[in-house]
């Protein structure tokens, strides 16, 4: 039997509702109710970094070298145009009649919130989290990566910008001047 449902058929048998004893119950099931909530947070987190990663997992599913820094940089692009056909056909939507103006408007308005803190992020902020595909060791660990959200604190995610790509790309090039 699970702590907290024991923990409440104790508190049930209380007959004051201030004695001691039902005061700590009480205390005992609201820290299990904390423990719960911040599980769900982290399984919460863990779940949009799945999808994010799935996502890329999916693109790179037939590739078996590492990703150049150029080629990364244009598939987080094509990453952040993910929900343009979406944003279309909730436009055209509520382009026809009067009374489907504000339909998916909701769903329209987090859309475009995540998209801008992503564009924001990788265009001139700290950057996405991402695991380095560049890197072809990490890039073997994310294609042998079974998909699920309990297995990604295996992999090694780093914060991906624009402005690093472009300076690991001319950094290559570079090299190879050099040689």
């Known amino acids: 039997m699970l ?7 104790e508190l049930a048998k209380c007959k004051h ?3 001691r004893k039902t005061l700590a119950l009480t205390r005992k099931v609201k820290k299990i109710n904390n423990r719960e909530k911040i599980k769900l947070g982290h399984a919460a987190k ?3 970094v799945g999808k994010k990663l799935a996502w890329f997992a999916n693109q790179l599913s037939d590739r078996q070298e590492a990703l150049k820094p150029a080629e990364y940089e244009a598939l987080i692009d094509l990453y952040l145009q993910r929900f343009d056909q979406e944003l279309e056909q909730i436009k055209i939507v509520q382009s026809i009649g009067k009374h489907r103006a504000n339909q998916h408007a909701s769903r329209e308005a987090v859309i475009k919130t995540t998209v801008e803190t992503e564009k ?3 265009n001139s902020g ?5 695991p380095d595909l560049c ?3 990490d890039f073997k660990l994310f294609q042998e990566w079974d998909g699920s959200a309990a297995t990604i604190q295996h992999l090694k995610l780093k914060f991906f910008s624009r402005k690093f790509l ?5 950094q290559i090039q570079h090299e190879k001047m050099v040689e």
């Open 135 to 137: 890197d072809p060791v």
């Open 126 to 130: 700290g950057g996405i989290e991402l």
């Open 17 to 19: 509702p201030k004695s």
């Open 46 to 48: 863990a779940n949009v």
């Open 120 to 122: 924001l992020n990788f």
């Open 3 to 9: 702590p907290k449902q024991t923990v409440l058929k």
């Open 166 to 170: 472009l300076t690991s790309q001319k």
